[in-house]
Nanobody
Framework: VQLVESGGGLVQPGGSLRLSCAASGFTFSSYAMKWYRQAPGKERALVATITSGGVPTYYADSVRGRFTISRDNAKNTVYLQMNNLKLEDTAVYYC??????WGQGTQVTVSS
């Protein structure tokens, strides 16, 4: 049972990245999925959520209109499309399924 994030990296302000989170070992299509992020010195914060059927249900105010969460249940993968990135989006991004099941995180650094 695991979640593996990918797609992070270094990007300039205004740029875009797409994060992926590949799930295995459980019935992915039965679970809502969430993306969190943790910036240096701050607590982990919820960024976006999506239902098991693929309906986004929450975006943090700071990312609404710039980030889009989606999923492909056939590929057991959840995505986070991040556009118009800002310096304050710099963080480690984690996907989460349920209970203790977290990915290892992927670093996103926005810097000029």
């Amino acid at each position: 049972v695991q979640l593996v994030e990918s797609g992070g990296g270094l990007v300039q302000p205004g740029g875009s990245l797409r994060l992926s989170c590949a799930a295995s070992g459980f019935t992915f299509s039965s679970y809502a999925m969430k993306w969190y992020r943790q910036a240096p010195g701050k607590e982990r914060a919820l960024v976006a959520t999506i239902t098991s059927g693929g309906v986004p249900t929450y975006y943090a105010d700071s990312v609404r209109g710039r980030f889009t969460i989606s999923r492909d249940n056939a590929k057991n993968t959840v995505y986070l499309q991040m556009n118009n990135l800002k310096l304050e989006d710099t963080a480690v991004y984690y996907c989460h399924a349920y209970g203790p099941l977290w990915g290892q995180g992927t670093q996103v650094t926005v810097s000029s």
